[in-house]
């Protein structure tokens, strides 16, 4: 499924967030939460049939992110941050897309170095990557301000 982490998978979810981005609501809150919960449910049942059947392939190549990405992209549009301007968010979310899989490379390989147990899990590699993407964002977006580093300029 290499085509969910390729250049026209990358353009079908920068043309889905760009449609989602412009409608003013979609799906109400209620519903939107609802949406999210089964699709969260959707997704872990997939990967344990996966796992169960030995189906893998590609670890982020899902059917149920069709649903989990807009769910969150529409929860997150409409919580209201007040300190963060609809551009600045664009700019982050850009920058999580982009580096996401190198964070998650170095948490992988980080993680390898420890002993077996709970670092091991693939839940910890998946929030640590999250986690660390969202940093690196807001860093490179504040090297980029302050320093005045041009060729971020062209990135973010």
């Avoid at 989602?20 to 049939?49: G, H, N, P, W």
């Avoid at 490179?140 to 580093?149: A, E, G, Y």
């Amino acid at each position: 499924c290499e085509v969910n982490t390729s250049l026209p998978g990358g353009i079908f979810w920068i043309a889905l967030g760009s449609f989602l981005a412009t409608k003013k609501e979609i799906i109400r809150t209620k519903r939107l939460y609802t949406l999210f919960v089964f699709s969260v449910i959707l997704i872990i049942a997939e990967r344990i049939l996966i796992v169960m059947f030995d189906l893998q392939y590609h670890d982020d190549c899902y059917f149920a992110l069709i649903l989990l990405c807009p769910s969150i992209f529409l929860l997150t549009k409409s919580v209201d941050f007040r300190f963060l301007s609809r551009f600045r968010f664009r700019e982050i979310s850009t920058l999580i897309y982009v580096i996401h899989g190198t964070c998650g490379r170095v948490t992988g390989f980080a993680l390898k170095k420890l002993p077996d147990g709970f670092w091991s899990s693939e839940v910890i590699k998946v929030l640590i990557t999250i986690f660390l993407a969202i940093i690196m964002s807001f860093v490179i977006l504040k090297i980029r301000d302050k320093c005045k580093f041009n060729a971020l300029r062209y990135i973010c």
